[in-house]
DNA sequence: GGAACAAGTTGCGGATGACGCAACAGGGTG
DNA sequence: CACCCTGTTGCGTCATCCGCAACTTGTTCC
């Protein structure tokens, strides 16, 4: 036993405490050995050789010698070959250029992973304004309208548990369960979302869902952009455009042929 | 003995041989535990339980219940914060854009690692021609124009090292190393390199290097299209703008401030 | 239909390899 | 110059991880 215990780790250790140094790597930026040691409890030398084993393959890397560590390329050629691996984005990159084409928006492409999106890719619009790179990411999934399409694919019991405090951002922002409740049903009817202000005011976003064979919601699609780029209007004739893409990736995927 | 022989791993045995899964499936995509064993050189179980603890760390994910393995989210989480952090990227970005919008054509940014060149990021064209995505691949440094710009930022020891056979590729590909030192050095006396189909036949390119604040070259930024979009004339008024382009960048990072 | 196979998964005991300790090596700062 | 703070390394011990072998589950082939 010993090790089953804390929550929610794998089998062995040693592999346990150096990927979780690269996540608190990812949380913090950099860090030193010692601080790396008091966040896992561990004594320094210890994770002074996890951090050694970790450089030796280019996931980490020391900012100077004798200098702090903080996440190395070798990271980035992983993610090279996971998205390179991962059909989805393979799939819908073509789409989500063309659609960004079409609508001189912002393009996202978003999962979910562990209560939050996850996202995964980004094609900027033609637009001089450049958005914050989400790739990567974390965004809370009741502020956000790829968040509220990723919401409508779960059922009841699911939504209880990934549903925990609803955070406030905006004025505009969705707080209370039962009105989110209602809203995913609504996204659920029409097939899209949209969020104005909720997660930042002066942002618009919409986005509609993306199935695989089965005909799970397995990803959501965005266009987004500074709320005066798309008003009311401008977002009618966004929607069919996001929808059809949407609906063009899921056939990639298998969705409808049978 | 055992783990001290083998090809510059690291500290930590197990930890060494989890890291080595994860580049082993970066190679194949998909990968059974049997398989990855075998690669290993260890058990089943021993394979197994490796998986397992990245999997709990969502670094890997199974194909389906009791299916074969591959790179997971987790990857890509981490990679987001590696970009965001990696000042690199985050300052070139923006010049890259402005670059590929000036040019018409594909911007790319790629650092040295492990004897090769990687990609660090990629900005596409107007062009509707969309190239492949290099972000996270390996790419030969003799054959490319970020290659042997990189290539001259080292001196002639650290050359040595790096340089092995030097594959052919095209009719146009350098592969005497005599005749690649002359390309190196001319391309320290200009500050850019050409590339024509010297890796692939129809393909230009161009690049010129960044600088950090000690000068050293840290990465290379290229434009590359089709050689009949990008001929002798055409390459002519492309180089101001990308080498204007990379010393800005470069002064981001500190150089020339002292 | 079931037997043989091959995949992933799990319990167990033994020895190997990872851990903590403590000492070393530099760099700042007072 | 003494102090304190880093990151780094040798060593002995004991916990941990590994290999074995048995189990489970799904597929193939009579």
Redesign the pocket.
Known sequence: M??AGEGGNG???????ALTILEVLARVGE???????AEL????????????TLESHRLVE?TA?????RLGVGVLRLAGATTARLDLVQEARPVCRQLAAGTGETVNLAVLSESSALYLDQVAGSSALQPHNWVGQHIPLHATSNGKVLLSGLDDAALDEVLGGLSRYTAMTITRKSQLREEIKLVREQGYAVAVDELEVGLTAVAAPIHNAHGDVIASMSVSGPTFRLPAERVEEVLPMLVEAAVEVSHRLGWGHR
Chains 1, 2 share one sequence.
């Open positions: 010993s090790n089998g062995v250790q040693s592999v346990d405490r860090a030193g050995v010692t601080d790396i040691a409890g561990v004594h320094k030398s210890t994770a002074f050789r996890l951090v050694t020391q010698d004798r200098g702090k560590y």
